[in-house]
C-alpha cells in the first residue's frame, strides 16, 4: 500500500494534535482539580454531580434556615422569662395586696406598681429582633402587635406564623403569635369563672373553684344566693334550684360536678357567681387588678374575691406561657437535631462529588508524563521520517 507524502503529514499532525489536547486536558484538570470540567467530559457522571450539588444546596439551605429560627426563638424564649418573672412578681403584689390589714392608699400604691408591670409587659410582647422585626407579630412581623390605651391593651397581629423547612420532610413553626401566647388564656380555672355580687353587703368571698366532676358540669350561668347567712340555695340561668344547704365559714357548696368554697360571713340577698370560663388576657389580668386595687367603694368579700381571681388568671398566664416556652424549646431540639444530621449528610454528599469530580492527582500527574512522552516521540518520529526520500539519497 502507497502512503503519499501529503496523507502521511496530515496523519502525523493528527496523531499529534490530539495528543497536545489530551496534554492541555490534563494539565487543565490539573490546574482546576477538577476531572469533570463539563458534560462531554462524562456525561453520565457530570448528570450525578449535578443530582448531588443540588441535594447540597438544599441541604445547606435547611441549616441556614434552622440558624435564623435558632436566633429569633432564641430571643423569643428570653422574652418569655421576662414576661414570667414579670408575671410571678405581680402575684407576689397581689397576695400582698390581699391582706385584711392594708388601707386603701397602701392597696393603691401597689397598684400604682402593678400599672408600671403592665407597660413593662406590653414592651416584652412588643419585643423586636436585630432586623426590627416584631417576636409576637406573626406574619405581620412589621408591624408593632401590641398597642396600649389606659389599662386596656389590643393585639393587630397576624393569627399565624411562617412555617420553616429544617429538612426535607420537616417544618416548624418559626415563632408564636402574640394572641396564643398572651390573649387567648383559658379565665378562671379553665372551666368556670366566679364572682362576688356588685350589691353584696357582708364579708364574704368565693375561691376560684373546681371541677370535681366534669361529665356532670352543666355549662351555664349559675347564682349562689344567701338566703340568710347559714342557708343558701343555687339556681341556674332558668332560675331552677340545682342545690341547697347550710352555710358555715368557710363552706363547700357543691352542685353539677363542681365545687365552689365561700369564705366569710354574708349578709341575707348577697349573691355570687358561676359563669362558663370565656378567654381572657395576661394584661387584663394585671390592669383587672389594678382597677380592684385602686376601688374605694368594694367591701372585704367582694375585694377579696376579686384579687382571688386576678391570682388565679395570672397563674393561668404563667401556665400559658410555661406551655410555649416549653415548645420553643422542643422546636429548638428539632433544629438542632436536624442540623446535626444535615451536616453529616452534607459531608457524604461532598465526599461523593469528589469522588465523581475531583482529579486523582497522582494518576493525573503520571498520565501527564506518559502523554508529554508520546508527544515527544511522536515528533522526533514524524521528523524523523519525514526526512526519508529518494531525492535525499541521489547526489
Sequence with gaps: MRISTVGFQNDALAQMQALDADIAQTQSELSTGLQLQNAADNPSGMAQVNELNVQLSASQQYVTNGQAATANMTLEEQALTQATTLLQS??????????????????????????????????????????GNYLFGGYASSAQPFAQSGNSVSYSGADAVDQIQISADQ?????????????????????????????NTGSASIDA??????????PDTYSITFTSPT????????????ASGTYSSPGTIAFDGVQVTVSGTPASGDTFSVAPAGTASAFSSLSSLVTTLNSTTLNQGQLTTQINGALEQ??????????????????????????STSQSEQTDLQTSISQLSDVDYAAAVTQLNTEEVSLQAAQESYASLSKLSLFNYLS
Design 90 to 131: 405581680a402575684q407576689s403584689l397581689a397576695v400582698q395586696a390581699n391582706n385584711t390589714s392594708l388601707s386603701s392608699s397602701e392597696r393603691q400604691n401597689i397598684a400604682a406598681q402593678l400599672q408600671q408591670q403592665l407597660q413593662q409587659l406590653v414592651g416584652i410582647a412588643n419585643s423586636t429582633d436585630s432586623n
Design 171 to 199: 417544618r416548624i413553626s418559626g415563632g408564636d403569635t402574640g394572641a396564643s401566647v398572651f390573649m387567648n388564656i383559658p379565665a378562671g380555672n379553665g372551666t368556670f369563672t366566679t364572682a362576688a355580687g356588685s350589691s
Design 231 to 242: 342557708q343558701y340555695q343555687v339556681t341556674n340561668s332558668a332560675d331552677a334550684v340545682v
Design 314 to 339: 395570672i397563674g393561668s398566664a404563667i401556665t400559658n406561657i410555661d406551655d410555649v416556652q416549653a415548645s420553643v424549646g422542643a422546636r429548638l431540639d428539632a433544629i438542632s437535631s436536624s442540623q
Design 209 to 218: 373553684g373546681s371541677v370535681t366532676n366534669a361529665a356532670a358540669w352543666v
